[in-house]
């Protein structure tokens, strides 16, 4: 439940005026309470990533895991920062706010903002003003298996965090899915636009799995960590 944070990679087209954002790669933060930062030397690595990949920095990404994904003074200001670094040279660089356990949105579908700041200033004259702006799938065909193994290491760096999220919890209160589920349905409505359902389907299911056995794999240490304190009294 703590904010995370991380680069993302793509392309932009001068002639169509279009980013294309084809790769998020996580980063580690130095969090502030609520607020997080990227870790420099996470950020430099992220960076280099993309690059081995074939793409340029185009943007960031934070979330806000319970509350709306709208952009704090504190993003505004963040993002303006990274803006005026990643934006030399003419290249676009944009924010993304991203909330998947909002709790006045009672649907299973994680919320996106997307920004930009201009250059034009608040009336009374303390941020730039940003600007929200809508944002289109692409249909490319996902990387099954980079996608997978990125999953696997995220699951693996996070189970243990006291700020993960247990995922055999309710997501709501007004409804019957776990946040398992939750992540399930998102990924499908995302998924259900770029391929056939059955390769789909077998993804979530592999997916689900590695959840799944990870967790298991956090009770047995559970259990085993109780063990030892009461052999050890």
Same mark, same amino acid.
């Given at each position: 439940?703590?904010?995370?944070?991380?680069?993302?990679?793509?392309? =932009?087209?001068?002639?169509?005026?279009?980013? $294309?954002?084809?790769?998020a790669?996580?980063?580690?933060?130095?969090?502030?309470?609520?607020?997080?930062?990227?870790?420099?030397?996470?950020?430099?690595?992220?960076? $280099?990533?993309?690059?081995v990949?074939?793409?340029s920095?185009?943007?960031?990404?934070?979330s806000? %895991?319970?509350f709306?994904?709208?952009p704090?003074l504190?993003?505004?200001d963040?993002?303006? /920062?990274?803006?005026?670094?990643?934006? @030399?040279?003419?290249?676009?660089?944009?924010?993304?706010?991203?909330?998947p356990?909002? @709790?006045n949105? %009672?649907?299973?579908?994680?919320?996106?903002?997307?920004?930009?700041?201009?250059?034009e200033?608040?009336?009374?004259?303390? =941020? &730039?003003? %940003?600007?929200?702006?809508?944002?289109?799938?692409?249909l490319?065909?996902?990387?099954?298996?980079?996608?997978?193994?990125?999953?696997?290491?995220?699951?693996?760096? #996070?189970?243990?965090?006291?700020?993960?999220v %247990?995922?055999?919890?309710?997501? @709501? &209160?007004?409804?019957?899915?776990?946040c398992?589920? !939750?992540?399930?349905?998102?990924? @499908? !409505?995302?998924?259900?636009k770029?391929?056939?359902?059955?390769?789909?389907? $077998?993804?979530?299911?592999q997916?689900?799995?590695?959840?799944?056995?990870? #967790? !298991?794999? /956090?009770? $047995?240490?559970?259990?085993?960590?109780d063990t030892? !304190?009461?052999?050890?009294?």
């Open positions: 439940m703590a904010e995370v944070i991380g680069l993302l990679g793509g392309r =932009y087209s001068e002639v169509n005026k279009i980013v $294309e954002v084809c790769a790669e996580p980063c580690n933060s130095l969090s502030t309470g609520l607020q997080c930062e990227m870790d420099p030397v996470s950020q430099t690595q992220a960076s $280099e990533t993309l690059a990949r074939g793409y920095v185009i943007g960031w990404y934070h806000h %895991p319970a709306d994904p709208n704090s504190r993003d505004i963040t993002q303006a /920062k990274y803006q005026s670094y990643f934006s @030399r040279g003419g290249a676009k660089f944009i924010g993304m706010i991203v909330s356990y909002n @709790r949105n %009672p649907l299973p579908y994680s919320q996106i903002t997307c920004l930009v700041i201009s250059e200033i608040s009336p009374d004259g303390s =941020y &730039r003003l %940003p600007y929200k702006f809508e944002v289109q799938q692409m490319e065909e996902p990387r099954w298996g980079l996608v997978f193994e990125k999953t696997r290491w995220i699951i693996e760096k #996070y189970r243990l965090s006291p700020s993960s %247990p995922m055999d919890k309710i997501f @709501r &209160r007004d409804s019957d899915l776990t398992l589920q !939750k992540l399930l349905e998102c990924l @499908r !409505k995302t998924l259900s770029v391929t056939n359902c059955f390769i789909a389907e $077998e993804f979530l299911t997916i689900e799995n590695l959840f799944l056995s990870n #967790y !298991k794999s /956090k009770q $047995e240490n559970e259990v085993a960590e030892a !304190k009461q052999l050890l009294m």
